[in-house]
């Protein structure tokens, strides 16, 4: 059996139009009934108004009092009442006598009956007004004296009927209601296109699915590792999340929000790349003592409305590539070294079968020679292990692309001597790099030759690389050190990460990182260039945002 799903809730676009529709109809209809029972006042106070200047005009005229004082006033005062009602656009006009009996009427089977309504301010000189039912119906009414001498001679009525005042206001009100529905359908007109554009924004959903969607928003924005950066039309940071925060290195979110890129203070690359209309896919860049890959994508919606951005740290990845990349030049080296000590052997079982036993002897013990005092002069000089590896690795990988690596006589670093600060990895990092780059340089060149130098003093550590090759354009003595530069062609993983992520790990330990121009003479008989490396041995405090590994 199927359960019918329930109904869905109005979205929220739709519950804003019924609610203002609903008000703006209470406005309307509120405005009407204050409107009319305005103009219905008003029109009692103008029928009043008008009833008195009838009634004060009448008894002021001297054909009036005149007509008073004769013997049959009725023959003279009715047809002068009938003018007046008919021209002052009154019901009626009523002349009495003070005991009220009436003189005029509009129905003359009314002359000489008693007035219908009260007489007795009229008889003390006194005009006044009152809403009285008489033989025409309900009526506002005036009545007032006719005075002759200062004593009160006849009382003249003026009216107008209830009904004929109601029919006046029934036109306003005709008219009012037509503002009124006008009024609502514009309001209800301009209500519905305001909520088809909320609607558009909010997507057609309510209020409690748009408050379920921020509460799922908060909580995946915080629960998201990778760094998040939404930036508006004006690059202005909108909003950032925990990771963002860290691994950019910025303060707290408040103190972000609402700034521009340009002022976080972050490296110029990096700032350029968020700065960028066009879109970045998994591009490297390197902040003070991280990794980055940022990927951004602009939002658009017939505009440019901002940028997203995410950031993922590689810096430990990035690390352990350079720990492969070492490892596998290593077994490349020991791959050539083993198919070299076969030829090796090769030779020496040759020797033998022919007897040449002394001369097999003799040149089994040179290769061996050969090979320990490589080995003896590298430990003499180099007694840190990881140091002594490295440098004999490179050596053999130098060797394999007719590079010759050497480590000069000045060079003194026993075990113990580096600071604890200085871990293993960083420690490949920059002299693995720096040796990297100076065989990159050096070879193919006239002697390629690359020389490196280690030793330590009480104040620091110093790392010195130098090479055979073109040299360091002084111009370019600090572009070397950015990500990105190269001035080999790009392979396949691209270049000039090397001396970028070793001017981070010496920064990261308060160092100092020089290049200049080797003494040695490369393949056009310039020197090349001469890399310098300085650790301070002192406990060095990590940078914000980073660490110590």
């Given at each position: 059996?199927?359960?019918?799903?329930?109904?869905r809730?109005?979205?929220?676009?739709?519950?804003?139009?019924?609610?203002?529709?609903v008000l703006?109809?209470?406005?309307?209809?509120g405005?009407?009934?204050?409107?009319?029972?305005s103009?219905?006042?008003?029109?009692?106070d103008?029928?009043?108004?008008?009833?008195?200047?009838?009634?004060?005009?009448?008894a002021?005229?001297p054909?009036v009092?005149?007509?008073?004082?004769?013997?049959?006033?009725?023959?003279?005062?009715q047809?002068?009442?009938?003018?007046?009602?008919?021209?002052?656009?009154?019901?009626?006009v009523?002349?009495?006598?003070?005991?009220?009996?009436?003189?005029?009427?509009?129905?003359p089977s009314q002359i000489?009956?008693?007035?219908?309504?009260?007489?007795?301010?009229?008889l003390?000189?006194?005009?006044?007004?009152?809403?009285?039912?008489?033989?025409?119906?309900?009526?506002?009414?005036?009545?007032?004296p006719?005075?002759?001498?200062?004593?009160v001679?006849?009382?003249?009525?003026a009216?107008i009927?209830?009904?004929?005042i109601?029919?006046?206001?029934?036109?306003?009100?005709t008219?009012?209601?037509?503002?009124?529905?006008?009024?609502?359908l514009?309001?209800?007109?301009?209500?519905?296109?305001?909520?088809a554009?909320?609607?558009?924004?909010?997507h057609?959903?309510?209020?409690?699915?748009?408050?379920?969607?921020?509460?799922?928003?908060?909580?995946?924005?915080?629960?998201?590792?990778e760094?998040?950066?939404?930036l508006d039309?004006?690059?202005?940071?909108?909003?950032?999340n925990?990771?963002?925060?860290?691994?950019?290195?910025?303060?707290?979110e408040e103190?972000?929000?609402?700034?521009?890129?340009?002022?976080?203070?972050?490296?110029g690359?990096?700032?350029?790349?968020?700065?960028?209309?066009?879109p970045?896919v998994?591009?490297?860049?390197l902040?003070?003592?991280?990794?980055?890959?940022?990927?951004t994508?602009?939002?658009?919606?017939?505009?440019?409305?901002?940028?997203?951005?995410?950031?993922?740290?590689v810096t430990e990845?990035?690390?352990?590539?350079?720990?492969?990349?070492?490892?596998?030049?290593?077994t490349?080296?020991?791959?050539?070294?083993?198919?070299e000590a076969?030829?090796?052997?090769?030779?020496?079982?040759?020797?033998?079968?022919?007897?040449?036993?002394?001369?097999?002897?003799?040149?089994?013990?040179?290769?061996l020679?050969?090979?320990?005092?490589?080995?003896?002069q590298?430990?003499?000089?180099?007694?840190?292990?990881?140091l002594?590896a490295?440098l004999?690795?490179?050596?053999?990988?130098?060797?394999e692309?007719?590079?010759?690596?050497?480590?000069?006589?000045?060079?003194?670093?026993?075990d113990?001597?580096?600071?604890?600060?200085?871990?293993?990895?960083d420690?490949?990092?920059?002299?693995?790099?720096?040796?990297d780059n100076?065989v990159?340089a050096?070879?193919?060149?006239?002697?390629?030759?690359?020389?490196?130098?280690?030793?330590a003093s009480?104040?620091?550590v110093v790392?010195?690389?130098?090479?055979?090759?073109?040299?360091?354009?002084?111009?370019?003595?600090?572009?070397v050190?950015?990500?990105?530069?190269s001035?080999?062609?790009?392979?396949?993983g691209?270049?000039g990460?090397?001396?970028a992520?070793v001017?981070?790990?010496?920064?990261r330990h308060?160092?100092?990182?020089?290049?200049?121009?080797?003494?040695?003479?490369?393949?056009?008989g310039?020197?090349?260039?001469?890399?310098?490396?300085?650790?301070?041995?002192?406990?060095a405090?990590p940078l914000?945002?980073g660490?110590?590994?």
């Open positions: 059996m199927r359960v019918p799903s329930l109904p809730p109005r979205s929220l676009a739709g519950q804003l139009f019924a609610v203002q529709a703006i109809a209470l406005v309307v209809a405005y009407a009934l204050f409107t009319y029972v103009d219905r006042q008003q029109a009692q103008a029928a009043q108004r008008q009833v008195v200047a009838v009634a004060r005009s009448i002021d005229a054909s009092r005149s007509a008073v004082r004769t013997a049959n006033p009725s023959a003279v005062l047809p002068y009442a009938l003018q007046v009602t008919r021209d002052a656009d009154v019901d009626f009523t002349i009495m006598n003070t005991d009220g009996i009436r003189w005029t009427h509009p129905d000489g009956k008693r007035f219908l309504g009260r007489i007795d301010p009229a003390h000189g006194h005009t006044f007004t009152e809403t009285y039912t008489g033989t025409l119906g309900p009526s506002v009414r005036a009545v007032t006719v005075e002759d001498g200062g004593r001679i006849g009382l003249v009525s009216g009927k209830v009904e004929a109601s029919e006046r206001v029934q036109g306003q009100v008219a009012l209601l037509g503002v009124a529905g006008g009024t609502l514009l309001g209800a007109v301009g209500t519905y296109v305001v909520n554009r909320l609607r558009r924004h909010t057609g959903m309510n209020a409690t699915e748009l408050s379920r969607m921020h509460d799922y928003h908060q909580a995946a924005l915080h629960a998201v590792r760094g998040l950066l939404m039309g004006q690059y202005r940071v909108a909003l950032i925990d990771g963002g925060r860290e691994l950019l290195g910025v303060g707290r103190e972000v929000i609402g700034h521009s890129v340009a002022d976080l203070g972050l490296p690359p990096l700032t350029g790349a968020l700065l960028s209309s066009e970045r998994d591009e490297v860049y902040t003070a003592s991280r990794v980055l890959v940022v990927n994508s602009p939002v658009s919606g017939g505009e440019r409305r901002g940028t997203v951005v995410t950031l993922r740290d990845l990035q690390a352990l590539t350079g720990e492969l990349d070492s490892e596998r030049g290593f490349q080296a020991l791959r050539s070294q083993a198919h076969a030829n090796r052997l090769h030779t020496v079982v040759s020797l033998i079968e022919l007897g040449r036993a002394e001369e097999a002897v003799a040149f089994a013990t040179a290769e020679e050969l090979a320990q005092a490589l080995t003896d590298v430990v003499a000089a180099v007694r840190e292990p990881v002594a490295l004999l690795g490179k050596t053999a990988q130098a060797n692309r007719g590079v010759e690596l050497v480590v000069s006589p000045d060079s003194r670093l026993d113990g001597l580096l600071p604890a600060e200085l871990s293993s990895r420690l490949v990092t920059i002299l693995g790099n720096l040796i100076a990159d050096a070879q193919g060149s006239a002697g390629a030759r690359v020389t490196v130098t280690a030793y009480d104040s620091d790392l010195r690389v130098t090479d055979t090759g073109p040299g360091v354009d002084p111009a370019h003595a600090d572009l050190f950015q990500r990105g530069f001035t080999k062609p790009a392979g396949p691209g270049r990460l090397g001396l992520l001017r981070q790990a010496v920064a308060e160092g100092t990182l020089t290049v200049a121009e080797s003494d040695d003479d490369g393949a056009d310039e020197g090349g260039a001469v890399f310098e490396v300085r650790l301070p041995t002192r406990t405090s914000p945002g660490d110590t590994t």
